[in-house]
């Protein structure tokens, strides 16, 4: 399988190479419009091939495409090679805004092509081996560890002293948390309830912070990210009938049952990388590439996680 990755910034530099070189059976091509960073990394990783036009990729004979380059130019790179009939994963966000993210979706279904979206935090080892609701709460019991129903799933992610214009502090940072909790892909944006802070930055007026809420049946979904917050950290906690969960790493936490408390965590040897969900990530995307295919539900969390984000920023536009 030969796949190629465009736009080689710090995100892939530090959490996309290091595991998509490792994979066996993959030859990779690498672009990047700075010759100086092309000519580093392929010969750190050893990579042969390699161009500083995305254009020219059309003569690698490539099987698909891996885009982490600025969201301001995912859609365009995203649709060029949807049209040429080839499966593509974007880094989180597809698009600033929801039209054009629904405009690629049409696109991939016209073409028949996979469109994968790079959430990571959906493929967390430690979360997904403790809590049983990430995989829905109307999943079945024998898909999951224990029968017992999700009751509330927070998700909280903070900066320090980072306020934000709205639509990149939804878009490039808090669709994380909000899509870590839309786990049905299913509520109506107008039942979100909605809660905001400013932040006054040399004369502007910014985002500070913004929390949305919703309830599905009994269970209470919240995402939470403060961009004036006292550090930067990341806080997961879920709660079930008499057992609660709280995860302030990705790598361990405590679970609370018959009133005690219990510390949970992967093993010594875990790889950061691992741990943050990249290697099942990695993996999950190139059995899409071998299929040609994504499964419906995939695509509908992804879009529906772009429209609720939509939704937030024009009720926030009209405040």
Not at 75 to 86: E, S, Y
Not at 152 to 168: A, N, V, Y
Request: hydrophobic residues 40%.
């Amino acid at each position: 399988m030969k796949i190629a990755a465009i736009g080689l910034g710090d995100i892939a530099v530090k959490a996309h190479l290091p595991v998509l070189t490792q994979l066996e059976n993959v030859e990779w091509v690498f672009c990047t419009r700075n010759p100086e960073r092309l000519q580093r990394l392929t010969k750190k990783y050893h990579v042969t091939e390699a161009y500083t036009d995305y254009a020219d990729l059309v003569k690698a004979d490539i099987d698909a495409v891996m885009i982490h380059s600025a969201t301001v130019s995912h859609p365009v790179l995203a649709a060029f090679f949807l049209n040429l009939g080839l499966p593509v994963f974007v880094d989180k966000p597809l698009a600033d805004n929801y039209e054009q993210c629904e405009r690629l979706y049409d696109l991939a279904e016209r073409k028949q092509t996979p469109l994968f979206m790079g959430f990571n935090r959906r493929y967390i080892p430690l979360y997904k081996t403790h809590l049983p609701g990430l995989a829905g709460v109307h999943a079945l019991p024998e898909t999951q560890p224990s029968s017992e129903p999700l009751l509330s799933l927070r998700w909280e992610k903070h900066r320090h002293d980072l306020p934000g214009e709205t639509r990149s502090f939804i878009f490039d940072d808090f669709i994380h948390p909000l899509d870590s909790i839309n786990l049905n892909a299913s509520i109506a944006p107008e039942e979100l309830y909605i809660t905001t802070q400013s932040a006054q930055n040399v004369g502007r007026n910014l985002l500070g912070r913004l929390d949305v809420q919703w309830q599905q049946g009994e269970t209470l979904f919240h995402a939470s990210m403060n961009r004036q917050h006292g550090a930067t950290m990341e806080t997961v906690t879920a709660n079930y009938r008499n057992a609660s969960y709280r995860f302030d790493s990705f790598a361990e936490g405590s679970r609370w049952l018959k009133n005690k408390e219990e510390r949970i965590k992967l093993a010594d040897w875990t790889p950061m990388l691992a741990a943050k969900g990249f290697h099942a990530m990695a993996e999950h995307w190139l059995d899409v590439v071998r299929a040609g295919k994504q499964s419906l539900s995939l695509t509908q969390r992804n879009v529906h996680s772009h429209l609720l984000a939509e939704h937030v920023v024009r009720q926030l536009s009209k405040e």
